[in-house]
């Protein structure tokens, strides 16, 4: 009697399942929402002015779990200035192969240079492919930003930089955020 009715009851599961909307998912044509906070690929930001945020510092690379980053950092002069203070990241790169999406490395970054954007479309069939470098990494450049190498605003410090003072016309001191 018990197989019966475990017969049937398996047969209801069936039977409301075929009047249930598939909910099949187009990929890769039509690519599925993600969560807004999802861990996708790395960026490294720039300011308002087009210099790149990242100072070289080395602390993602430390925070790491996985030993997925590798960064160079070199001084910047006043001919050759990539980012606002003293250095910036000459090399920098990500290892996704071995990346596990943790987000320590965005945590650990003082300048928030380092955030993670929604794209998770990163396979591949090589390892040097899977291994991001700066030309892969980096913000684009809007319209008002300009490449560097450049100076930093005029008449600013790299403290009005990391203060949010620098918008895309210059050197902007708020009242809350001035010293
Ligand atoms: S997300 Fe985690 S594993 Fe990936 S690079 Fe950052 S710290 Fe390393
Ligand atoms: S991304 Fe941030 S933590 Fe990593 S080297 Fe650059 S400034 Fe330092």
């Avoid at 009047?19 to 044509?29: D, N, R, S, V």
């Avoid at 510092?57 to 606002?84: H, K």
């Avoid at 993670?116 to 008002?144: C, V």
């Avoid at 410090?157 to 203060?163: A, I, K, L, M, P």
Wanted: charged share 25%; hydrophobic share 30%; net charge negative.
């Amino acid at each position: 009697m018990s197989r019966i009715r475990d017969a049937l009851a398996g047969f209801g599961v069936t039977f409301k399942t075929m009047f249930k909307k598939p909910l099949t998912e187009q990929y890769p044509e039509e690519p599925g929402p993600v969560a807004a906070r999802y861990h996708g690929r790395h960026q490294l930001n720039r300011y308002a002015d087009g210099l790149e945020k990242c100072i070289g510092c080395e602390l993602c690379a430390w925070a790491c779990p996985a030993d997925a980053i590798y960064v160079e950092g070199a001084d910047n002069t006043e001919q050759q200035r990539f980012s606002p203070g003293e250095r910036y990241g000459q090399v920098y790169q990500i290892n996704y192969l071995r990346c596990i999406g943790c987000g320590l490395c965005i945590e650990a970054c003082p300048t928030r240079a380092l955030t993670m954007t929604n794209d998770y479309e990163m396979a591949d069939d090589n390892r040097s492919d899977l291994i991001y470098g700066k030309d892969k990494l980096l913000a684009p450049l809007t319209a008002e930003m300009t490449p560097p190498p450049h100076g930093m605003a005029a008449g600013s410090t790299d403290e009005d930089y990391y203060r949010g003072n620098i918008t895309a016309d210059g050197l902007t001191r708020h009242p809350e955020t001035t010293p």
